[in-house]
């Protein structure tokens, strides 16, 4: 039992002052809290289940006899405490709890909130002693995977979508607009995600809202692999993202609180890396899955089931395993004792310790700490009782409770003691991610135009040629047919792989079972002609005049062209783009409690930044591969560092809910650098890469305005 408190009767000073205060106020009402002697803080009431200080001359004493003989008559514990049985005196107390003069009512807010502070901090510092008891070890390591699971799938889900979109665009026959809709929906998904599950892990709990969140991700993933409609899809990659959205926020809120101040920055680092190998998961499973057209299976003409829902299954599983691990998981202590629930994050914080210390080889060891500080309860939550109303109207006022505790958490963060904190923490979290976001989408359409550029380069011209009674029952790729006459001409099992014919006659010619890749027909003249069994459909002939021409059975919906569609070079670029990122992992873990976490985010934005300036010499796919790789092994510090300072700014009953704030606005910054950077792809490289690197030095500038929380204490 750590006795810091009892060290210093004067801590705390202008808090316990208030406090004192209030007390001499409510005396007359039999309002008696807190015991003063001659002017010194002595401790807290035997019933609150409050940490508490016994005669300071004889603490020695005290201390060994806490963990060996007992406790005196003064600081005695009921022996049945632990199970369950109500001590005599707790039931006195209670009652008279009960009468309106003993009420909390009749105290003035402010002492209220003075007395929760005080209690509060005390707690903070109590509760890092009894972490340091517990060690790091074999219990942190197990949450660790865990946990690092969970944020492996928020990783994989980032990048399922720009894999399957090449697939899924054919299968599904979507059009451009629908084809950037899919690409955001996700973002858009997990944007509103960190918003609601934030909020609601500080008020149900961190494990219960994980959980909840990562099994709505697996099934709504799982499920949109089988749907065959654009629709339906969409659907389930929003609400996949949705539950996938609460990961972030509620992973590093959770862990943080298991951890002491001296391993917190560090290991917190470390637990970034899964949103690495999440990267690495996805991009290897779609280089090996997605271009086996033979992986998938067709029931009948309408349902098909290709190798990239295989996929998208495959991308699932991350999140299933740690849906299955964390049933295994205790919920945080640090969020049960701010709840009041002291006894059950005793018992956590036992197991904790028992375990770490059996794993030591010192199973022997046994723990001292008898008394964590509960703080003052605030909220009042009414349980509503089964015989009361109709279902749907108990549960219509427990959600409607739970709202306005979540909202008005959200609104503390915002507007209440943590307003600047956060504003300065909004702009950094948007400037990295509208930069970072914005150039890992613009990179691989950076590749593909310069690809496309070499293509057209190659491209062949033929003009005013004069084609009769000719059999075409090849390949013809990559061709531009200007002023062309053809008659009685026959293409005949073959495939047009971006092909255009302009101003062209077609005359009496045959067209039967036609593959038709990026072929159009422009302004030309198509008489007495047969389309038999193709995918020339109406939209590939733009501005052309039929006459007496038949189409017959035209193919249904789009067809998927593996060795097109599947460019194993972006796959390649998104896997070394995630490798990238490890010598910055480790970096910033072994560096983040050495040098501080706002040198850590200044320093990797600002590298960051020179980085972006060197993509104007980036003119080949080598280059840019190369540029990528070191921009995201500079930026992946700062990302590190920004999650381990939002964990450590913000108290227990607000972190998720501030996390999941600033996560849902780096989400927003996501959307608008996929929107503004792909924007800007084969029309200037100035206005992305000067864009990313003034808002890279912006943020990192800004973030030097944080305070430091290297030496603080998780409140």
Known sequence: MDDGYRNNPNLYHGARDIAREANRQSRNQGMDDY???DGNYEGYTHNDNYYRRGDESNQDEDAQSDAT????????IYEGEYQGIPHPDDIKTKQKKKSPSRSDDYR????????????????????ENIIEECGHGRFQWTLFFVLGLALMADGVEVFVVGFVLPSAEKD????????????LIVYLGMMAGAFIWGGLADKLGRKKVLGMSLAINASFASLSSFVQGYGFFLFCRLISGIGIGGSLPIVFAYFSEFLSREKRGEHLSWLCMFWMIGGIYASAMAWTIIPHYGWGFSMGTNYHFHSWRVFVIVCALPCMASMVALKFMPESPRFLLEMGKHDEAWMILKNVHDTNMRAKGTPEKVFTVSHIKTPKQMDEFIEIQSSTGTWYQRWLVRLTTTFKQVWDNALYCV????????????????????SYYGLIVWFPDMIRHIQDEAYKAKEKVFKHEHLEHVTFNFTLENQVHKHGKFFNDKFYKMKLKNVIFETSFFDECYFEDVVSPGTFFKNCTIESTVFYNTDLYHHKFIGCRFINTTFMEQKEGCHLDFEEDNDFLI???SFLGSLSVLPGNIISALLMDKIGRIKMIGGSMLISAVCCFFLFFGNSESAMIGWQCLFCGASIAAWNALDVITVELYPTNKRATAFGILNGICKFAAILGNSIFASFVGITKVVPILLASSSLVGGGLIALRLPETREQVLM
């Open 35 to 37: 015991r003063y002697q």
């Open 69 to 76: 003989e007992g406790h005196d008559e003064d600081d005695e």
């Open 108 to 127: 003035d807010q402010k002492d209220l909130i003075a007395e929760r502070l005080e209690d509060e901090e005390q707690l903070a510092h109590q509760y």
């Open 172 to 183: 599904m026959c979507l059009s451009s607009s629908n084809k950037g809709m899919l690409g």
């Open 415 to 434: 507007m209440g003691p943590y307003r600047m904190n956060t504003l300065i923490l909004a702009v950094v979290w948007f400037s990295i991610a509208l």
């Open 571 to 573: 796959y390649l670029v």
